[in-house]
């Protein structure tokens, strides 16, 4: 299978995703800059973290309307997949690839952290390598993480079961005092209703390797190639 990471000017978490698409899990990757149109040769594509166009509107607000991103929803409707991590998530609910928005943090602080977060399911082929309520940590690393959407939007998602990750305490418990950033009903990470574009605040890319402090993403990748019937490649 063949990844595909978006780069805008000011994407800084691209070349962190490629190491464990490329490096690790040995796939062929391909960099897409912003401004291309074809990306249909790419099975996966990752919308990474950093500050596309500097964020100075709003964050994703400016990356909503380069021209890669009407191949993105394009390439979303065939019902391939989408990873959108960090300042991705806020590009896909900037674009409408999936609802809500991402706002500044409750504290108006920049957090940059490791925390648990609790995986609400596992049938689908971001999370199948994980165990339903597992408990898993990741970094996060964000000024504008908190999640909101209105009362009817959170309702839809509770029932159509698309919220994916919640920030948690250690033991899985859902509090106040877990949320790290203010985000409604605790959520960390969403998917679409079709289950194929999945967007999350803390980032799995930074967690692959050991000497990083925790794997708890590799497994993300991991399902992801299984899924789609890649393999390794050996070197």
């Not at 978006?6 to 190491?19: E, H, I, K, M, Q």
């Not at 991590?85 to 690839?97: A, K, M, V």
Request: aromatic share 8%.
């Amino acid at each position: 299978m063949k990844f595909g990471i978006l780069v805008f000017p000011g994407s800084n978490c691209d070349r962190d995703v490629a190491t464990v698409t490329s490096g690790i899990l040995r796939q062929p990757t391909r960099l897409i800059w912003h401004t291309e149109t074809d990306i249909s040769d790419c099975d996966t594509i990752v919308v990474p973290g950093g500050f596309s166009y500097g964020d100075y509107l709003r964050c994703g607000a400016i990356a909503r309307f380069a021209p890669v991103m009407r191949s993105l929803q394009e390439h979303a409707a065939k019902g391939k997949y989408i990873i959108g991590i960090c300042n991705g998530f806020q590009i896909l609910t900037e674009s409408g690839l999936l609802p809500g928005a991402l706002v500044r943090n409750r504290d108006l602080h920049f957090i940059c952290d490791r925390v648990p977060l609790r995986v609400e399911r596992n049938d689908l082929i971001f999370t199948e390598k994980y165990q339903q309520q597992q408990i898993i940590a990741l970094p996060i690393a964000h000024g504008e993480g908190c999640y909101f959407a209105n009362a009817d939007t959170l309702k839809e998602l509770e029932d159509q079961n698309q919220i994916v990750f919640r920030y948690c305490d250690a033991i899985g418990n859902i509090t106040d005092e877990s949320n790290p950033n203010g985000s409604l009903a605790n959520i960390a990470g969403i998917c679409n209703k079709q289950g194929n574009v999945l967007g999350m605040m803390p980032h799995p890319e930074r967690a692959v390797e050991g000497i990083l402090g925790g794997t708890d993403g590799k497994a993300l990748f991991a399902g992801l190639l299984e899924g789609l019937g890649g393999s390794l490649v050996n070197a």
